[in-house]
């Protein structure tokens, strides 16, 4: 048994996790403690405090108690929104305070694109525009090159957990970029777990969504590979355990 922890803020798409879970079958367990989501808010300011040191640290206890191999931090804007050197240092905090390998949605990204091969990518965001540039220039940082942002202007994650399929492919499809790589959906708050294959299949490439890669950053922290293909490109290279799409 492989146990991760995910620590997600607030209520939104945490339903993401358990769906995810089944569709990876195998001995994967994915445990997931909520944060004090403060403002629910994308502004910055509201971000910075509901990424902050304190809020994370007060969910890492039951994580360890659930045994959890390795934890990450189910939030992108709230993690890209302090730069990248102060990402990094909300994960090695995240790390000291868990005892435990730390990353968050951010470093998924840009490690999930580079394992699908992407070098140009699309942005379809549910953000305001502000906050989408940041993710844009976040991604820059990891050596990414962002051929296109788009931002939704949706304040409140609360909002993007109500979205369904139709939704989703429309901000996925006006978001997407004939030179791009791949497509991005940058926001833990929206359902996409389902919707990832038939992402890909009406897009054409890879589509990266940020509960999927979070899922897919903390097996790589835990050194595991799951192939399922029912979670896309993503989940479909070299596998130690085969799992039905």
């Not at 969910?59 to 390795?70: F, I, N, P, T, W």
């Amino acid at each position: 048994m492989t146990a991760l922890g995910f620590l997600y803020p607030g209520h939104s798409a945490e339903d993401d996790y358990p769906r995810m879970e089944q569709m990876l079958g195998s001995d994967v367990r994915l445990q997931v403690v909520h944060t004090d989501i403060g403002e629910d808010a994308h502004r910055v300011d509201a971000l910075l405090e509901m990424g902050s040191t304190a809020r994370l640290a007060a969910g890492v206890e039951e994580l360890r108690m659930a045994g959890a191999e390795a934890v990450v931090w189910a939030c992108t804007s709230a993690s890209f929104v302090f730069g990248w050197e102060g990402a990094h240092d909300q994960v090695r905090a995240l790390a000291r305070a868990a005892g435990l390998p730390a990353s968050s949605t951010s470093f998924a990204f840009a490690h999930a694109v580079r394992e699908v091969g992407a070098s140009r990518v699309a942005v379809a965001a549910t953000y305001p525009e502000d906050v989408a540039a940041l993710f844009a220039t976040f991604l820059k940082a990891a050596g990414t090159e962002v051929v296109s942002t788009q931002g939704s202007g949706i304040i409140t994650a609360a909002e993007v957990g109500t979205w369904g399929w139709e939704g989703v492919r429309a901000m996925a499809r006006a978001g997407d970029h004939p030179d791009a790589d791949a497509v991005l959906l940058p926001d833990t708050a929206l359902h996409t777990a389902a919707y990832v294959q038939a992402l890909e299949q009406d897009l054409g490439k890879p589509v990266l969504t940020a509960n999927q890669v979070t899922v897919w950053e903390a097996l790589r922290l835990s050194t595991r590979r799951v192939n399922a293909p029912s979670l896309g490109a993503l989940f479909t290279k070299e596998p130690v355990v085969q799992v039905k799409g």
